[in-house]
């Protein structure tokens, strides 16, 4: 096991950044308040906690006011469809408009809904994993009570025509959902450009920590809550605050908006000389849209080799890469990731796929150490594979 | 479980051991496929029972990989026996324990890659033998023995009493066609992958050896046949005939082992000759007359000297998860017991009359392969008293029909006899799988044809069904044949 140890894997989490950590250290040593306190303790926390709020809206351009705390990007996804569904219910709205790449958080409470008598349209995605805005327009129904499209897709790393569709959405007067959570700190969200109703985003994918994320509510967008309790959170999401760990995503939202342009510059030019060396070898392809796709993000199918074994292999050479799959592994067999399957692909090439994924610290001579290790991993794996042809 | 791998995977996975594909390989085979997305192959090579040589490739997971690269290592070098023998168990060992948590099924995957390439070798070995037919050989001695194994709870027995009567036992499942559980899928439960875990949880070794073809040719075309031709098939029959103990006695040659063994409740007597078992209600000598006598000299059956509670009450205490089983009834590649829709998929529908024995038409019917001798259900004409089907005319398409007492018969006449014992001992016949023996005197052949003349009449005595001769003690066949042609 080699010792220096190389993390590409930043779709799935980030390093904390020091400074973050520095920024919530004080919320977890000493004297603590509780946000809801009338006393001096209580009284630092909220304020904290508001200071963090401004952070997070400026990173995607909204009011603090239009900011709630959740325990996570799943938790802020959640809220926005069920919130969406419960305030729907008075209405008679049952129809629910969602892209067939969405993350589970997305993906799992629309199929709850659909369990429980809402009906979905699932938009399809092109070979390149793009919602076409047409399509999506086409969907829209004078009963839909909300429309979801992820900003960018956390496999692939296709990056969809959001703006596009929030308009339509604000035309036709659908709320829109966006899960921001790849995208939040690696591409300029401006809610005024793009008129989202709900906005999801997550701590731990922006140098934050884990457990903490945000739901942008537009004004007078409303949502019911789904966890209720001591009122927190203007109603919305009962609990008390996750003190530190609210301070940790605001410091990092803040450090995301002030180096947001460095950090695309940066991993941008990592990611160019990822897919560089990478499509080079044969049989070594790359997912989803070449131009319209995050800043950090390189999504290979490899012939004849399998995500496991190639993830693995890696990870015992040193270098921490995704199998960008959702490949639950079971006593029934791999589930092919559903995303990739809504691109066209089929069962052996969707597990036949690798995810690597460059953060701000990630340096050329790191990338130039992965490529040898990638073209020895699949050489090995190849002379192993019954089915390689290359 | 763990929730990560151990080392030894890794290792494996870095450094895989025998990849490749042999250049000449005695046997080639594969599982998985891409619903699993995995995949193993194994090439083998071998020669004199040993395994000389092995290549692996996997596509696969962590495990899959390495449980590949363990077996190769395991099996590499080592006498066939002894290779077939190795279990999930010794992998898993070989592998530093348990993997995480759904990742159990690559040992079964590589394990069944490996056993396919066994399949392979010994069907290359048997070319066509097995297809037209396999007498035996028997040129070996000893306590030795290849017992048949199906997964269910008599066949785990009698590998394990034979096993503890101090036997070298080899098991074999046999394939016989593709309406088996599973079989279209590695990680589903599977006839052939649970009768191999039955085995080695015994420390026993398994192969699998695939009989298709010749169940297609010699149980199956019949069974169609048969209906074609008016007559009520038994295929349970024709594959004792013709199948099993054939191929067991094919395994047993190329092992070097003597005896052949099967779950049946049966026994050998002297002669050697087929007798009755102790479980009276389980008695399948009905079934097993066609076995050939120079095969019976070598079978055994080690049931006959059980009850079937006795049976179960052994497998239950030796932990054999084979004890709940359902008893099978069915037609095996029938699953549904659904055989004139079987048939009827097979056979184009010929429709003709129903009549009485005067002649008189009493209805029409969809078709003769419907209809046997005895039946009473489906006929589709209305009676006063119940109607049975007494006689299937084929040629002029016409099924006739009687009371039950135009059922009875005074003789039956039984062609293609396979004995045991001398004419003269024949005392009574049964024609029934659950029926009793009627006391005969049996006749002199005409045309290759015995006559028995019943001392009571017998009912629904179906051309096409077995006709097996008993001793004067009641215990031993003499000889078992096919009804012929209705007596009068």
């Known amino acids: 096991m080699t010792e220096h140890r190389v993390y590409l894997d930043h779709a799935a989490t980030t390093p904390l950044d020091e400074r973050v950590l520095a920024a919530m250290l004080p919320h977890l040593e000493g004297r603590r308040g509780n946000p809801s306190s009338l006393h001096a303790s209580g009284a630092a926390a909220r304020e904290a906690i508001e200071e963090a709020r401004e952070s997070v809206a400026s990173l995607v351009g909204a009011s603090p006011e239009e900011i709630f705390f959740t325990a996570g990007g799943n938790e802020a996804d959640n809220l926005a469809l069920l919130g969406m569904a419960r305030a729907a219910e008075s209405s008679g709205k049952r129809h629910l408009v969602v892209s067939a790449v969405e993350h589970a958080a997305v993906r799992e409470a629309a199929h709850h809904l659909e369990g429980s008598g809402w009906e979905v349209s699932w938009i399809g995605v092109d070979a390149d994993g793009l919602v076409d805005p047409e399509d999506f327009a086409a969907a829209l129904r004078s009963d839909t009570a909300l429309a979801a499209v992820m900003w960018a897709n956390n496999e692939v790393g296709t990056v969809q025509p959001v703006e596009e569709l929030a308009v339509v959405c604000a035309e036709r007067g659908v709320p829109f959902h966006t899960d921001a959570v790849q995208a939040a700190g690696r591409v300029s969200i401006d809610v005024e450009r793009v008129p989202a109703s709900t906005l999801a985003l997550s701590g731990h994918k922006l140098y934050g920590p884990q457990g903490v994320g945000a739901l942008y509510v537009r004004e007078g967008v409303s949502l019911g809550p789904v966890v209720f309790g001591g009122g927190q959170e203007k109603g919305l999401r009962s609990g008390t605050e996750n003190v530190a760990g609210i301070v940790g995503l605001g410091t990092a939202a803040r450090l995301a908006c ?19 060396g990478t499509v080079a070898l044969p049989g070594v392809s790359l997912n989803g849209h070449p131009e319209k796709r995050l800043s950090n993000s390189v999504h290979l199918s490899v012939e004849g080799v399998e995500a496991e074994s190639m993830v693995l292999f890696l990870d015992a050479l040193g270098y921490e890469v995704g199998s960008g799959s959702a490949c639950a592994s079971s006593s029934a067999g791999h589930k092919a990731s559903p995303v990739l399957l809504a691109m066209g692909q089929d069962d052996y090439e969707a597990f036949s796929v690798v995810r690597i994924t460059t953060g701000k610290d990630n340096t050329v001579g790191e990338i130039k150490g992965f490529l040898d290790a990638f073209s020895t991993a699949v050489t090995q794996l190849r002379e192993l594979s019954p089915l390689s042809t290359t | 479980m763990p929730e990560t791998y151990r080392p030894e995977v890794i290792d494996h996975l870095v450094r895989p051991r025998n990849v490749g594909d042999l250049a000449e390989p005695s046997g080639v085979g594969e599982s998985g496929d891409a619903a699993c997305g995995d995949i193993a192959r194994f090439s083998v090579g071998i020669e004199d029972n040993t395994l000389r040589d092995v290549r692996y490739k996997v596509y696969g997971c962590a495990a899959c990989i390495a449980a590949g690269s363990a077996l190769s290592e395991l099996v590499r070098g080592k006498n066939l026996l002894d290779a077939a023998r ?51 050989a028997d040129t070996n001695s000893g306590k030795t023995v290849v017992a048949a194994m199906s997964g269910g709870v008599d066949s785990a027995v009698t590998a394990l009493l034979l096993k503890e009567a101090g036997y070298d036992v080899a098991t074999v499942t046999f394939r016989l066609h593709d309406g088996e559980r599973g079989s279209r899928s590695c990680c589903s439960p599977d006839t052939v992958l649970f009768a191999r875990d039955t085995a080695h949880r015994m420390g026993l070794p398994h192969f699998t050896l695939n009989l298709k073809d010749l169940f297609q ?26 199948v099993k103990f054939h191929a067991a006695a094919f395994l047993a040659d190329g092992l070097g082992f003597h005896h052949v063994a099967t779950g049946h409740y049966a026994r050998v007597a002297e002669g050697p000759a087929l007798a009755r078992p102790k479980d009276a209600t389980k008695d399948q000598t009905y079934v097993l007359w066609p076995i050939p006598q120079k095969l019976l000299a070598r079978t055994i059956f080690p049931l006959g000297d059980y009850e079937k509670t006795e049976v179960r009450r052994i497998a239950e205490e030796c932990g054999l998860a084979v004890a709940y089983t359902p008893e099978s009834q069915d037609i095996c590649f029938i699953p549904d017991g659904n055989y004139r829709k079987f048939v009827r998929k097979k056979v184009a529908a010929e429709p003709g009359e129903v009549v009485d024995a005067t002649g008189k038409v009493l209805g029409n019917h969809a078709g003769v392969v419907d209809f046997t001798v005895g039946q009473r259900r489906g006929i589709g004409v209305s009676a006063p008293a119940p109607l049975y089907v007494t006689e299937v005319r084929l040629r002029s398409k016409q099924v006739v029909v009687g009371r039950r007492k135009d059922l009875e018969v005074r003789e039956v006449r039984v062609r293609d006899l396979n004995w045991f014992l001398a004419p003269e001992e024949a005392r009574s016949v049964q024609v029934r799988y659950n029926g009793s023996p009627v006391p005969c005197e049996i006749e002199e052949p005409e045309d290759g044809e015995w006559v028995a003349r019943l001392a009571e009449p017998a009912m629904g005595v179906a051309p096409g069904q077995s006709a097996v001769f008993y001793s004067e003690d009641g215990e031993r066949v003499v000889a078992g044949g096919v009804v012929a042609r209705r007596g009068s």
Request: charged content about 30%; proline content about 3%.
């Open chain 1, 258 to 276: 002030e180096e947001l342009e460095e950090r695309v510059r940066h991993e941008t030019g990592l990611r160019d000389r990822l897919i560089a």
């Open chain 2, 86 to 136: 190795v279990s999930k168990e010794d992998i898993r060992d070989a592998l530093g324990g348990s993997l995480p948590a759904g990742k159990e099924h690559a040992l079964t995957l590589v394990l069944d890659a490996l056993h396919k390439a066994f399949e392979d070798h010994w069907n290359r070995a048997a070319g066509d033998m097995l297809v037209e037919g396999y007498g035996g």
């Open chain 2, 217 to 242: 040719k010699r149980v199956m075309r019949d069974f169609v046949g048969s209906y074609e031709k008016g007559r009520t098939p038994n295929p349970c029959v024709a594959c004792n005939a013709h």
